[in-house]
């Protein structure tokens, strides 16, 4: 019997699973609060895969939350998904499939894949993670929750003070976890704590037997064993028993692709956007032009700066006049940026990846309560921040690049504009835990000529980014 046969044994045992799964159903609702959270009430997910739905705690919430969506509920254990067939009768829009999430044999696309409580069971998280995204369509979103590293501390103790090593398999911390998001989109594991406080020692065991939750890489506790155990665990009070759970919540780009982002104005994103659509062959769109009363807009200059052999250039979603931020210059035309009506241009994601470049730097403002980061975040493509060479560019861009992780995007490197540096470059790549894709010195005249030179400096398309993210 393998391994997998033998997890979907004792979950298919689990006849008692609803009654004492209490952290299963609370992890459960907290993952479909977050997944209403990033859906807007006009685009619901269609078509939703769930991987280990268990007898359905996570699958009734989606149903409560998105009535009209088509749900494939998956697990490797048939029993459990008998179970859950009863919990939901008569509902023609769920599909019962049985699946193991690791090996998934439905091809999609899917606009939500999502699951609860399942993942610490997979053996090759990240290789899984990469075969469910591929399911996924463009645009589309996981949203997982797994116990994290710090679970069951107060148990693992008591083994310590018996004198014996814990069965329990070490749980993945959030960098880690945030490691090994497919390289196809962008994502965020954030980590939260529940308390659960079961009747003794004696019926946290037995409750981890009926959720069927007992199987480990290790040899289990002998009688002996178990019992030294379990006097450890005695306490004063309520034994409490603590879940940290990450919940993970990743979205596939709309295309393969790379946003340009800069430490400030003027650093040489465009320059740098034109270089990287000669090297990598890409089209190329900039969603927010301001300043063109003054200046070509940057499209105009990019389209300059290629000279022949034009790639597709598409145009930006809103174009002002006003050397001013987008929203300040909006303003200054009498109009107003609506993030959620910003139109992503029609392109094909079979003609090759786009190279998007941004407005100034990472918090340049849009809108009201809407940054240049948040459009990064919905587009969710690698990032490339463009910075200076010079001196302060430690700060700027170890900052940039603080800002670009919190809010879980991928930065794929760095380009530096101006006369080489090394000791700036050398801190910024040690503690910004960063590429430097590329220094690029100053070149006059800038045109085509030096637009060629300067891309012949960066890598290919899959040393930047990976072959995955197509």
């Excluded at 859950?84 to 009768?89: G, H, I, S």
């Excluded at 890489?217 to 603590?242: C, F, K, N, Y």
């Excluded at 930065?411 to 801190?427: D, F, Q, S, W």
Aim: hydrophobic residues 45%; proline residues 9%; charged residues 20%.
């Amino acid at each position: 019997m393998t391994r997998k046969d033998r997890i979907a044994a004792r979950f298919d045992a689990a006849r008692d699973y609803e009654r004492a799964a209490r952290v299963q159903r609370i992890a459960a609702a907290e993952l479909a609060r977050r997944i209403a959270a990033c859906h807007a009430p006009d685009a619901p997910p269609l078509r939703i895969l769930e991987a280990g739905c268990g007898t359905g705690f996570l699958t009734r919430e989606l149903r409560r939350l998105f009535p009209h969506a088509h749900i494939t509920a998956t697990d490797i254990a048939p029993r459990m998904l008998e179970r859950l067939a009863r919990q939901m009768p008569d509902d023609s829009l769920l599909t019962l499939h049985p699946m193991d999430a690791e090996a998934p044999d439905l091809t999609g696309p899917f606009d939500l894949i999502c699951s609860s409580l399942a993942m610490q069971w997979f053996g090759q998280r990240a290789r899984a993670l990469d075969l469910l995204a591929s399911r996924l369509a463009p645009g589309g979103r996981m949203a997982f929750a797994t116990l994290g590293s710090g679970s069951f501390g107060q148990w693992r103790a008591a083994y310590a003070r018996a004198g014996l090593p814990c069965p329990m398999p070490a749980y993945p911390t959030c960098d880690t976890l945030q490691g090994e998001w497919p390289t196809c989109g962008a994502g965020l594991w954030q980590e939260t704590e529940i308390v659960d406080v079961p009747a003794s020692p004696l019926e946290f065991v037995r409750e981890l037997r009926t959720i069927g939750a007992t199987h480990t890489d290790q040899p289990p506790a002998t009688g002996g064993q178990l019992r030294r155990v379990l006097a450890a665990a005695r306490t004063e009070g309520p034994l409490a028993i603590s879940y940290h759970v990450a919940y993970g919540m990743f979205r596939r780009a709309p295309w393969p692709g790379l946003f340009v982002t800069g430490t400030d104005t003027d650093v040489g994103k465009t320059v740098s956007a034109a270089a990287l659509v000669r090297a990598l062959g890409t089209a190329y769109w900039k969603p927010l032009q301001s300043g063109t009363d003054d200046a070509p807009s940057d499209s105009a200059t990019l389209r300059h700066l290629l000279g022949q052999g034009q790639p597709c250039i598409y145009p930006p979603a809103a174009t002002f006049g006003a050397s001013l931020s987008p929203e300040d210059a909006a303003r200054h035309a009498h109009a107003r940026i609506d993030p959620a009506s910003l139109t992503l241009p029609p392109h094909d994601a079979a003609r090759g990846p786009l190279v998007v470049e941004g407005a100034g730097g990472v918090f340049v403002p849009i809108a009201r309560d809407y940054l240049m980061i948040d459009l990064m975040v919905r587009l969710a493509l690698p990032v490339v921040l463009v910075a200076r060479s010079q001196l302060g560019t430690i700060n700027h861009t170890l900052l940039s690049l603080a800002a670009l992780r919190a809010r879980g995007l991928r930065v794929a490197g760095v380009i530096l504009n101006g006369p080489p540096e090394a000791i700036g470059r050398a801190a910024i790549e040690r503690h910004g835990r960063v590429r430097i894709l590329a220094q690029f010195p100053p070149v006059t005249p800038m045109g085509p000529d030096a637009v060629a030179s300067l891309a012949a400096r960066l890598p290919s398309w899959d040393d930047i980014v990976g072959p995955q993210a197509q």
